[in-house]
């Protein structure tokens, strides 16, 4: 089945530092996603991109949808302690999904922040 | 503004009990809904997703069910637990997002069932 390839697996940076992280599919998506999971506690929504190229930002975060439409992007700048979490990309792909709202989800992200 | 609430939070059961996990969306009607599954942390699998009242399809063979008896209810079971149903389950509902051919996925606050 499809699959999303999401790098880096696990991070461990300096507060302060950029993070960049980033999902590829081998097909075309209508949707990007990208949502942060607290230890305990369901994903929550960060980001949601539509158009190919579109670029949005919420607070630190800054999400780009792949002008190929088949990658996306995240980047968290001046990272703080409580950024600290598992970072999960999802798409719906163009074919197959229809109105099901079927994601397919990136195997996570996980980000440590030493003080 | 939409919500979401899942219960239990927790949930012990020996193996062979039966289970329910219930969700309910507030603020939306005709939502798509769905249940997922997390083990380790990592790794979202969707289990059921309905797509209207009695509408439920099933993503993968297991020894759950689901059922949508209401339209913002949603309501994953077992008979007989077993060892391997073990995990996290996530509620959650979507839309689809307007001008936009794709869905915004929103997630409940997860129940976490250990089978002993």
């Known amino acids: 089945g499809q699959q999303l390839n999401q790098s880096p697996q696990s991070m461990f940076i300096q507060e302060g530092e950029d993070v960049s992280m980033n999902c590829t599919s081998s097909?075309?998506?209508?949707?990007w996603l990208w949502y942060k999971q607290d230890p305990g506690e369901g994903p929550v929504l960060l980001i949601a991109l539509y158009k190919a190229g579109e670029l949005t930002s919420n607070g630190r975060l800054t999400a780009q949808f792949g002008i190929t439409r088949k990658d996306s992007f995240l980047n968290i700048s001046a990272s703080i302690p409580s950024d600290v979490g598992i970072y999960f990309c999802?798409?719906?792909?163009?074919?197959?999904?229809?109105?099901?709202?079927?994601?397919?989800f990136g195997q996570g992200t996980t980000l440590q922040v030493k003080p | 503004s939409q919500t979401i609430h899942q219960w239990p939070a927790t949930l012990v059961q020996p193996v062979g009990s039966p289970l329910s996990l219930e969700c309910t969306v507030e603020g939306t009607s005709n939502p798509n809904l769905y249940w997922y599954r997390q083990a380790a942390g990592r790794g979202l699998q969707l289990l059921f997703y309905s797509v209207g009242i009695g509408q439920i399809s099933s993503e993968v063979p297991q020894n759950l069910s689901a059922s949508r008896p209401q339209d913002r209810q949603f309501i994953l079971s077992s008979k007989k637990l077993l060892l391997s149903d073990s995990g996290f389950y996530l509620c959650?509902?979507?839309?689809?997002?307007?001008?936009?051919?794709?869905?915004?996925?929103?997630f409940g606050e997860g129940s976490w069932l250990t089978v002993v």
């Open positions: 959650a509902w979507s839309v689809l997002s307007p001008g936009s051919s794709g869905n915004t996925i929103y």
């Open positions: 097909s075309i998506f209508n949707t």
């Open positions: 999802a798409g719906q792909p163009r074919r197959g999904s229809g109105n099901t709202g079927k994601l397919i």
